[in-house]
């Protein structure tokens, strides 16, 4: 085995040289330069930089690919991957494969995701922490984590310990949740995808404690629907949950009114974009891996994006094609799609993809060999490393594949089809069913050469869907495949593909263009004699606005004879889109049932499943939405996620949003302070000290904090899974006021910590008095957040504890709340909104926690 497979360069760049170099080879594009060198130009710890252009990047990556192609039979050569990989053109490995593949200065997974879980559906406290600590384990090595719950016992169900019942659902999915944004450092963010079953009786609890709660901020959450639910939402019937779930001798059941919880996650989906919904008869049904069910390869979870249903300890590596550069002679009359080259690339991108499979099992045995070396003692070390050997044996078995697509949008506008209707819906239908057939046929050919995965069967999946629908389209490769078997157990999804659109410089996905031309600004002096100054803040800043055009808006100009470097106004700019291929196909312009069609008869050629998102106005109604969701399922769907504009960050929010008009006015709390107070706990670490803060909330909303340093002698000592309480007014026996925190210890008892404001020396107390007048007073948090970062303090030792207060507060600002003063430090973009207490750049999406 070769771990250390690249010869470091001996040259380094400076950050500058390395920047100017690669904003070249992206033609200007500064963002794409930025997020290329920020996020995958190869680095060491010290910071040095190896590679000046993507180019660099993608010579390291044809080499590890070459390598292993000399372990087969008929390998590609090392200029022969470079050529189908090189400039973002053709093939692009996504995410961990391109920062990872040949990297030897991280130790790290290839894989972009991972779905992890109990055998035996275990629901012990030993089996929660199990799956806490894997979830930490596999997020510190980059890879985003999904799991069930439905396994936990319903709140108030009888337990063999000394808390007599069970807390439920929603105790799990907080701890979880705090876990990922534990080891989120550095600005990154974890990624978790929690899910639970309908049929479980905690379901609704499950649903409501992102939005009701407000504390389940480091996951996205996702509800498992099945087909006799959806059917007594039609019927208007009733509808039984159980627990142990669908169990035929259940514990636990609950007869509820299908349509009244039906109801309730519409609501939610529409106010806050969540619970995501995954038709999970539907996907079992065409799961190709549940074939393998009894040999551990039974669906439990999805990964973060809900694109990759997975087993547990099964874990997906990423690769896009991209649908654009298969447009010849775009934007003219004489373009077309050249099915020949794309057929042969995708055979060729599966290939890529198996190999890459041989780099992931290399790099897990570096990472076992990590931990074998670590100092820590055996039983320390047993469950990552146990966790590992897991991942492993799923990879060798089943060697599954995740490849995609980007560009979608562009490709249709390149052929002068609009997006959303029937014949860019049919066109698009070919493409997939084109990849769909010619990856399986790679994998076959694989199978001929490399053997098959070492658990397939014939005879197991021959009834199977998706295989029949194979057999319909290509008989001949459905009798090669009974003869030769697939080298992959599965292979296609359709993920989001963020940063990787940004460097092939075209549309996202499956997902249309967002806007073909956009307006950006940047803060001038206006002392400068250059300086143009187009707008000037409420505080005063000049700033310059300038035109944007996405990439291939720019391109259907150029060849069109069109000046992109002119200063449209608005007005022209409107008459230039409306003349373009781009003209109502939008994500705001396509109609919302014909995308859900779209999207359901895609998912027939998508083994895997597909992450795509309806986008609403701001004034969509609930039952648009509910129709959405129905239509979903009726169409095949696996899952479905709607974002009304303004419901959630991440999204641009319209200027006319009726929601934000009056955010900024002050609404104070009652003037009197009542006696006691619902608190959240937040714990964060600030400069490797453990810090601790108690926030008394009224109605959800931040009224008073107090804070410090915890597990010190002079701070407060709570145990560690406290994460909520109650903030106590009392008197002492001098008559003055006292703040005490009451919380309920694990029999159930409360537990009293007495004298929150005396436990730090009065000039923290001083401080903390201050904030906490603003916070009554109703100031928005995020003008808080800036206003104490804003002091000027002389003691380090405030300053550090200012820090601390920051971090527990900026959790309370409401999503997509925009940031100004700063700037993003991947992109320099000054379009940087509040996103789970992150700073959240809109243009790159990097994002900043601390």
């Not at 200029?79 to 973002?88: A, G, T």
């Not at 050469?449 to 021959?462: C, K, N, P, T």
């Not at 940063?499 to 956009?518: A, C, D, K």
């Amino acid at each position: 085995m070769n771990l250390n497979v690249t010869k470091t360069p001996l040259k380094t760049y400076t950050q500058d040289e390395a920047f100017k170099a690669s904003l070249t080879y992206f033609k200007n594009d500064d963002l794409a330069a930025r997020v290329w060198l920020n996020k995958y130009a190869l680095k060491d710890s010290q910071g040095n930089i190896y590679e000046l252009t993507p180019n660099d990047m993608h010579r390291r990556i044809a080499k590890e690919l070459a390598r292993v192609e000399k372990k087969y039979t008929n390998p590609l050569t090392e200029d022969e991957i470079f050529d189908l990989i090189k400039d973002f053109k053709y093939i692009v490995p996504q995410g961990s494969p391109m920062a990872g593949i040949g990297n030897p200065y991280q130790i790290a997974s290839l894989s972009n995701c991972f779905v992890i879980g109990n055998s035996g559906n275990s629901d012990s406290y030993g089996g929660v922490m199990k799956i806490d600590q894997e979830q930490v384990q596999l997020m510190k090595r980059r890879g985003g984590v999904g799991h069930d719950l439905s396994h936990i016992r319903p709140k108030g169900s009888a337990v063999n310990n000394s808390a007599l019942t069970s807390t439920g659902i929603v105790p799990f999915m907080e701890r979880y949740s705090n876990s990922t944004r534990e080891v989120a450092q550095d600005g990154r963010r974890g990624a978790l995808m929690l899910s639970v079953s309908i049929n479980h009786p905690d379901s609704e609890d499950f649903i409501n404690a992102k939005l009701e709660q407000g504390k389940v901020t480091g996951a996205n959450v996702s509800v498992r629907i099945d087909d006799a639910f959806m059917e007594a939402v039609k019927n208007g019937t009733e509808y039984t949950q159980k627990y142990p779930i669908f169990s035929s001798q259940p514990k636990i059941s609950k007869t509820i009114e299908a349509t009244a919880l039906w109801k309730k996650i519409v609501h939610n989906a529409w106010k806050s974009a969540e619970p995501g919904i995954l038709f999970w008869d539907t996907i079992i049904n065409e799961s190709i891996p549940d074939c393998y069910a009894d040999l551990g390869y039974k669906t439990v979870s999805t990964n973060p994006c809900g694109e990759i249903p997975l087993c547990p300890y099964d874990s997906c590596r990423l690769l896009a094609i991209n649908l654009f550069s298969y447009v010849d002679h775009p934007f003219t009359k004489e373009a077309s799609f050249d099915f020949e080259l794309f057929k042969k690339h995708i055979k060729a991108a599966q290939r890529i993809m198996d190999d890459i499979i041989d780099l992931e099992l290399e790099k897990i045995d570096a990472i076992l060999l990590k931990i074998d070396e670590d100092p820590e003692v055996d039983e320390v070390k047993a469950t990552e490393r146990n966790l590992w050997i897991n991942i492993k044996k799923k990879a060798q078995e089943g060697r599954r594949t995740g490849i995609g697509i980007t560009a979608e949008g562009d490709m249709l506008a390149g052929l002068g089809i609009q997006y959303g209707s029937e014949a860019g819906n049919a066109f698009s239908l070919e493409v997939h069913k084109t990849i769909a057939i010619e990856a399986y046929r790679g994998s076959v050919h694989l199978a001929k050469e490399r053997g098959a995965f070492l658990v397939y069967d014939s005879e197991r999946e021959q009834n199977n869907p998706f295989i029949q629908r194979l057999k319909e389209a290509d008989n001949k490769l459905y009798y090669d495949m009974m003869e030769y078997g697939r080298r992959n157990i599965a292979l296609l999804t359709i993920a989001p593909t963020g940063t990787t659109s940004l460097m092939t410089q075209t549309t996202s996905g499956i997902e249309p263009v967002f806007l073909p031309v956009y307006k950006r600004r940047r803060k001038v002096n206006p002392g400068d004699k250059e300086a143009r100054i187009d707008f000037v803040d409420e505080v005063g800043d000049s700033w310059e606005e300038y035109v944007v055009f996405h990439q291939r808006f720019k391109q259907w100009m150029e060849v069109n004879g069109m000046d992109t470097s002119v200063n449209y106004s608005q007005k022209e700019i409107n008459k230039l889109i409306k003349k373009s291929p781009y003209h109502k196909a939008t994500s705001n312009d396509v109609d919302w049932l014909s995308k859900v069609r779209m999207q359901g008869a895609i998912q027939k050629w998508v083994d895997h499943s597909i992450s795509v998102t309806i986008n609403l106005p701001s004034d969509a109604t609930e039952e648009l939405v509910g129709d959405l969701y129905l239509k979903a399922w009726e169409v095949g769907c696996k899952g479905v996620t709607v974002y009304r504009d303004g419901s959630r960050s991440g999204v641009l929010i319209a200027n006319d949003d009726k929601e934000d008009k009056n955010q900024n006015i002050l609404t104070p709390f009652p003037r009197k302070r009542p006696e006691s107070l619902e608190a959240d706990v937040v714990r964060f670490q600030n400069n490797k000290e453990k810090w601790i803060a108690f926030i008394g909330l009224i109605d959800g909303k931040p009224y008073e904090i107090f804070t410090g340093l915890a597990d010190d002698e002079d701070g407060i000592l709570i145990p560690r899974w406290v994460n909520e309480g109650v903030i106590i007014k009392n008197r002492n026996e001098d008559g003055t006021s006292r703040y005490d925190f009451q919380y309920k210890n694990i029999r159930g008892y409360k537990t009293t910590i007495e004298g929150l404001s005396h436990k730090f020396n009065p000039e923290y107390w001083n401080y903390a008095k201050l904030i906490s007048s603003t916070l009554r007073h109703g100031m928005p948090i995020d003008k808080i957040v800036d206003l104490i970062n804003s002091l000027q303090l002389d003691s380090e030792s405030i300053n550090t504890w200012k820090n601390g207060v920051v971090r527990a507060l900026k959790r309370f600002v409401e999503d997509g709340t925009q940031v100004k003063g700063q700037v993003c430090d991947a992109c320099k973009s000054e379009n940087l909104i509040y996103q789970e207490g992150c700073l959240t750049c809109k243009d790159c999406g990097s994002s900043k926690c601390g």
